[in-house]
């Protein structure tokens, strides 16, 4: 790992790792990019990149929406924390989820997540819970990606405190289907290993093969072999378990070639310091931030399009020992009069995602950032804790979306519409050729055109 | 079936006797938690909210289609009348199991990596693996644990006693076959196949040769196995018994005994009784049903079932104030309070007292010396004690790791404790609450000093008070017991009213509360359910229902033994026969 010092902005890093202020700089290797900035030397394009940032327990709607729509919105007391990023944050209020409000926090979480209703899991006298209907817009994506990346998408979860007994609704963010989920890494260190652990290449370095690598693609092919002929012996339900199976064994025989082919990585590209194994509601900042910074780099780094951040999770009990406040859902429910800790909750969530674009926009790429390359959606699980409802919907847009989205942000104000229209406008902004998207009540063919660039 | 007359308490059944609800009816398993309380309280029998909103109406895809009952199958063992199998579902192994089956199969302890946690669907993660999947990232970290395990198996100190037999090179055909074939074989429960032991040994081979290293080789089709679906996943094909009904063959009975009795893999005895056909008949498998449950590890299988029928794992991610427990709530006291709990029931399923109904009601738990403070107990007590005669805790409600999981940080939840009691102990479900309906409680005032009071809003609401009676009066007995389960004369100087009425009995405070539930049918049944439903992994059908009733029969006609309990679920229909998908 010599070459690491030779770019010589660890420390740098380093310093945003552990939660100081200090910026990202790294430079642009601008003699890698054609004159339009936009592309490649080689004449690939830069990628658009996607990403969700998710909250449980909603939002006070009263502090959050701005009062003037359009470009002319104002920062309110629960989005003052964007003021950084604010050109690039579009706000959407007044859609509706339409699938159907059987249990507010289920409900709105699999709906705008997904456009889809929830199915509910609740046979007789067991406790209920509930899972999703349809992959999560982020699979959505994920599935259209046609390069070989080393991770088909990236989940990340920042606060531990997410209710497990309910089924994967409330526990997880990310979906291939019902019963389906895939897992966020909670801690740091964790997610360095994977991310920056064996196998990775900065720019510069030699790739040296181990042969072990073709070895262990063999083992997978040997297990698809086992599952292919084991598929055929069973029912629809089972096979389907054992297809997402077998696509996960194919998603690790992608990265062992990804690490034996070692693309030269795009120029800013690099590894951060290793984080500490520091995970949990304690240390809700410090995660963030290191989450954040890799993330950035994994995106930089192309290796991998899609990521998901699951803050807390949908009637998550997160603790903010930080602001003395918590826990999140009991408070949203206990706390009288106009709810001070729950709003201070809200903005301190903000802080974190707007840490998460103040990272991104501080990437360098092209003659732009990150950010100016990325699709972000941002909402939670109920518009309101108090009352678990799901009209009114609080969603964030970010990024530009290579040039795919308005810029900067405005605050598009609907009238009861359909959350779906949000998620279709995001996916085709990402160039995705669907004409509609969800299911059920929340299905739509309607998008919404101000939050694109104008042509 | 055997008539239950001898053992049935009507008078005192008060959260709903089996005698009330309708046995024909299709609907008959829908209707069974809201037969007491259904008909007075519409609030939280559907009625509100939409259809939907039951929340424990039988889904459709959960029965098999209507259709004539299949014919009973020879040879396995006459199927209860009326019983119509569920369809069964591949289940995957659970982190538990997972952790136990490496330990077995490589007779060490060796470090793993963190696998992706359990998923729990209606109540269990046994129920939440017949559901689950593997994602890719759960794929890498099987993938990391297999190699992680194959390497350390394979090293100098242990390759001898692991592979069994000494190579004559690098590579060696002979010997990795007969590994692959002995090692295959306990991974994945059953003998393999030729084309499978082809198909590992032609792995290691490639790998021996390329790397010049037989062990070294071995180690991939190790990795390999571990990684296969037929590893990860407990595969029930069965033998095809006409009507869509399957009867699990004997390596597939010997896994479901296993994994129900030692929450691991089945050992070599058992996979010979299943090799000589033992298992498919019901005294052989009897003889390894008691052969299992006087090992030790049906304690820790046991512990496993009702740790995760009483949730206990929820109090790991549980904190509480510091204004309420100073000292910070730490993992040692968390998990003396779920050992409290675990202990007292092997306590009652092993020791002297075995009638399971009388967990309600004991005295005895099991402390260290922070937990015997927080009992009022002096802080020298240490393992089995028994709690004061005359003193106000007793049984499971008294347990702390109930009492605190099912609260605020700062304060009591009626409302928690009395959902946990209704679904966890009584098998009641309860719906989600209605949308836009404020649930802010109105603060301490003069007119509403304690929680009796400020929950009063929830009868003023419909929508609200047909579930909160459900739940509030249950709770509200037990206000006695803070956030952390202490016990307090008062809340902060106000007189607790810990009187409450279920269905027409009247009851004050915990001890009494305690006395109808211990008495009560629907809490015996409910143990019964949850212990099928973990078995089984699924919560029953309706047609399964009369196994069901024939475990609660054989469950009451032992006096409540939970071991007997077991034996019933292990002879039962739903234990040995399901339904093709």
């Given at each position: 790992m010599k070459s690491r010092n030779q770019i010589g902005r660890r420390s740098l890093l380093r310093g945003m790792l552990y939660g100081s202020a200090v910026g990202v700089g790294l430079p642009t290797l601008e003699m890698m990019l054609n004159s339009h900035g936009t592309a490649l030397a080689d004449g690939a394009t830069i990628p658009k990149r996607f990403g969700v940032f998710f909250w449980g327990n909603g939002v006070r709607l009263k502090k959050w929406t701005?009062?003037?729509?359009?470009?002319s919105w104002q920062l309110t007391e629960e989005l003052a924390p964007l003021m950084n990023v604010k050109d690039y944050v579009s706000v959407v209020s007044g859609y509706n989820i339409k699938t159907g409000n059987q249990r507010g926090h289920h409900a709105g979480c699999v709906g705008i997540l997904s456009g889809a209703p929830m199915i509910s899991q609740d046979p007789k006298g067991a406790p209920y819970a509930s899972t999703f209907s349809a992959p999560s817009v982020d699979q959505v994506v994920a599935a259209t990606i046609q390069d070989k990346l080393k991770f088909r998408s990236l989940e990340i979860g920042i606060s531990k405190s997410v209710v497990t007994g309910e089924g994967s609704t409330l526990r997880y963010l990310s979906h291939n289907g019902p019963d389906n989920a895939n897992p966020p890494e909670y801690t740091p260190s964790a997610l360095y290993s994977r991310l920056f652990g064996d196998g990775f290449k900065e720019p510069g370095q030699t790739n040296v093969v181990d042969p072990k690598l073709a070895l262990r693609r063999s083992v997978l092919s040997a297990v698809k072999d086992d599952a292919t002929a084991l598929k055929r012996r069973l029912g629809v339900n089972d096979q389907r378990r054992i297809d997402q199976h077998m696509e996960s064994i194919r998603a690790l025989e992608t990265q062992i070639l990804a690490i034996e082919s070692a693309p030269p990585p795009p120029s800013s590209c690099m590894k951060p310091a290793a984080p500490s194994t520091m995970t949990g509601d304690k240390y809700l900042t410090a995660v963030n931030d290191a989450m954040a910074n890799m993330a950035a780099l994994a995106l930089a780094c192309d290796q991998t399009r899609v990521f998901s951040v699951m803050f807390s999770g949908s009637v998550g009990f997160s603790n903010y020992p930080e602001i003395q406040a918590g826990d999140h859902h009991s408070l949203t429910h206990?706390?009288?009069?106009?709810q001070p800790q729950v709003n201070s909750i809200t903005i301190f969530i903000m802080k974190r995602f707007a840490k998460l674009l103040e990272i991104l926009k501080a990437t360098p790429e092209a003659q732009g950032n990150l950010l100016d390359h990325c699709v972000i959606l941002a909402s939670t699980d109920t518009a309101e804790g108090l009352p678990h409802s799901i009209n009114d919907y609080p969603v964030l847009v970010a990024g530009k979306g290579g040039g795919a989205l308005v810029h900067p942000g405005i605050h598009v104000r609907g009238s009861g519409g359909n959350t779906s229209d949000i998620l279709l406008t995001l996916l085709q902004a990402m160039d995705l050729p669907l004409k509609e998207f969800g299911s059920s009540g929340g299905k739509t063919s309607n998008t919404i055109a101000a939050l694109r660039a104008q042509p | 079936m055997t008539a239950r007359s001898s053992v049935r308490r009507p008078s005192t059944a008060v959260f709903g006797s089996r005698a009330d609800r309708p046995r024909a009816s299709r609907l008959h398993a829908g209707l069974l938690c809201l037969s007491v309380i259904g008909a007075t309280l519409p609030g939280c029998s559907g009625t509100i909210g939409g259809p939907s909103l039951g929340g424990d109406a039988p889904l459709p895809s959960e029965d098999a289609p209507p259709g004539s009952l299949p014919t009973a199958p020879g040879g396995g063992g006459a199927q209860t009348k009326g019983f119509k199998p569920a369809a069964v579902a591949l289940r995957k192994l659970t982190v538990h199991q997972y952790e136990n089956t490496v330990d077995d199969l490589f007779g060490v302890q060796l470090e793993l990596p963190e696998l992706e946690p359990d998923t729990s669907i209606n109540g269990f993660f046994s129920i939440g693996a017949a559901r689950a999947t593997i994602s890719p990232s759960a794929a890498e970290k099987f993938e990391s644990a297999a190699f992680a395990l194959a390497e350390a198996a394979l090293d100098e100190a242990h390759r001898q006693k692991f592979v069994g037999c000494t190579p004559s090179g690098t590579t060696d055909a002979g010997c990795t076959e007969a590994f692959v074939a002995r090692f295959g074989q306990r991974a994945f429960r059953r003998p393999l196949a030729s084309d499978e032991i082809a198909r590992y040994a032609a792995l290691a081979s490639q790998a021996q040769a390329a790397l010049g290293d037989f062990h070294a080789g071995l180690q991939f089709a190790v990795a390999g196995i571990l990684q296969s679906p037929h590893f990860l996943f407990r595969i029930e094909l069965g033998k095809d018994q006409g009507g869509g009904t399957v009867a699990f063959d004997d390596y597939e009975l010997a896994t479901r005994l296993s994994y129900l009795l030692w929450n691991t893999t089945p050992d070599d005895a058992l996979l010979t009784a299943a090799s000589k056909g033992e298992l498919t008949t019901p005294a052989g498998l009897n003889t390894q049903a008691e052969r299992l449950l006087a090992d030790p590890r049906a304690k820790t299988a046991l512990d496993n079932f009702h740790a995760e029928r009483l949730a206990l794992e929820e109090i790991d991610l549980v904190d509480k104030a510091s204004t309420v427990l100073p000292a910070g709530f730490d993992d040692t006291l968390k998990t003396a309070m779920k050992d409290d709990v675990l202990d007292t029931i092997e306590d009652f399923t092993f020791g002297a007292n075995t009638d399971f109904r009388d967990l309600f009601t004991t005295r005895v738990a099991f402390v260290n010396s922070p937990l015997a403070e927080l009992y009022g107990l002096p802080a020298t007590s240490k393992g089995r004690v028994e709690l004061p005669a005359d003193g106000p805790r007793a049984g499971l409600l008294g347990k702390a790791v109930f009492l605190s999981t099912y609260a605020h940080q700062d304060g009591t939840s009626p409302t928690k404790r009395g959902k946990f009691i209704r679904e966890r102990l009584l098998c009641t479900a309860i719906p989600a609450p209605p949308p836009e309906v404020s649930t802010v409680l109105p603060e301490p005032n003069a007119n509403a000093p304690t929680m009796r009071e400020r929950l009063a809003v929830h009868n003023q609401v419909a929508s609200c008070a047909g579930c909160h009676k459900l739940m509030d009066p249950l709770g509200l007995s037990l206000e006695h017991f803070d956030a952390v389960g202490r016990w307090r004369k008062d809340d902060k100087g106000h007189a607790l009213d810990v009187t409450g009425n279920v269905n027409g009995s009247d009851f004050e405070g915990p001890l009494e509360l305690a006395e109808l539930l211990r008495d009560d049918e629907s809490a015996v049944e409910c143990v019964a359910r949850q212990l099928y439903r973990y078995a089984t992994a699924h919560v029953e059908s309706s047609g399964e229902e009369p196994a069901v009733q024939a475990t609660i029969e054989a469950f009451a006609a032992s006096g409540y033994k939970f071991t007997s309990l077991l034996r019933a679920v292990v002879a039962s229909d739903g234990f040995r026969f399901g339904a093709k998908e």
């Open positions: 701005p009062s003037a729509q359009g470009a206990n706390e009288g009069g106009e | -």
